[in-house]
T-cell receptor, first 114, second 113 residues
Framework: KQEVTQIPAALSVPEGENLVLNCSFT??????LQWFRQDPGKGLTSLLL?????REQTSGRLNASLDKSSGRSTLYIAASQPGDSATYLC?????????????FGKGTLLTVNP | GAGVSQSPSNKVTEKGKDVELRCDPI?????LYWYRQSLGQGLEFLIY????????KSGLPSDRFSAERTGGSVSTLTIQRTQQEDSAVYLC???????????FGPGTRLTVL
């Protein structure tokens, strides 16, 4: 059964800093991995989806990588802004018959200070 | 275009009452999912629909929980005889295909007194 871990649980940085959020998973037979952000009291906003055949995906200031052999994914945020403050969640799907089901980490609470 | 919508946004109920939570997925999305987000528990999978069928109900925590989907669109999650431990945010998501990118609704915050 896939298990997803996110470290650290919370991160505080000054505005303008580049930062990396970490996600690890236990089963390397991962189908794909999705990164989300969640603002307080809101639902999840999809940021990036990386297929198992891909090494990275980019969207604006965000870059997500996937290394199946080490069971790790990272989300890189360039030139952070106060508006980036949110909880960031990663979620993986297993290969095989249950590739529809997302298994979530508990998230990293990011605070970007002006 | 319209995203996933859920209603109500907030629901406060008394222990023992039944509640119904509604999800309207993105038009054309055949796959629909329910998740629950509790303090300290993170996000847990509840049930998956493909069309109107639910091939995976493994995440439903007890037989008090049930869900249906009609017309390949709207889904309703029903909790009977609510308990305080049912208090959580219930999130619905949909995707174009089962392994595809999931898009989430804003959630329903359920409080059982």
């Amino acid at each position: 059964k896939q298990e997803v871990t996110q470290i650290p649980a919370a991160l505080s940085v000054p505005e303008g800093e580049n930062l990396v959020l970490n996600c690890s998973f236990t089963d390397s037979a991962i189908y794909n991995l999705q990164w989300f952000r969640q603002d307080p009291g809101k639902g999840l906003t999809s940021l990036l989806l990386i297929q198992s055949s891909q090494r990275e995906q980019t969207s604006g200031r965000l870059n997500a990588s996937l290394d199946k052999s080490s069971g790790r994914s990272t989300l890189y945020i360039a030139a952070s802004q106060p508006g980036d403050s949110a909880t960031y969640l990663c979620a993986g799907r297993d290969s095989g018959g249950s590739n529809y089901k997302l298994t979530f980490g508990k998230g990293t609470l990011l605070t970007v200070n002006p | 275009g319209a995203g996933v919508s859920q209603s109500p946004s907030n629901k406060v109920t008394e222990k023992g009452k039944d509640v119904e939570l509604r999800c309207d997925p993105i038009s054309g999305h055949t796959a629909l999912y329910w998740y629950r987000q509790s303090l300290g528990q993170g996000l847990e999978f509840l049930i998956y629909f493909q069309g109107n069928s639910a091939p995976d109900k493994s995440g439903l925590p007890s037989d008090r929980f049930s869900a249906e989907r009609t017309g390949g669109s709207v889904s309703t999650l029903t909790i009977q005889r609510t308990q305080q431990e049912d208090s959580a945010v219930y999130l619905c998501a949909s995707s174009l295909s089962p392994g595809g990118e999931q898009f989430f609704g804003p959630g329903t915050r359920l409080t059982v007194l």
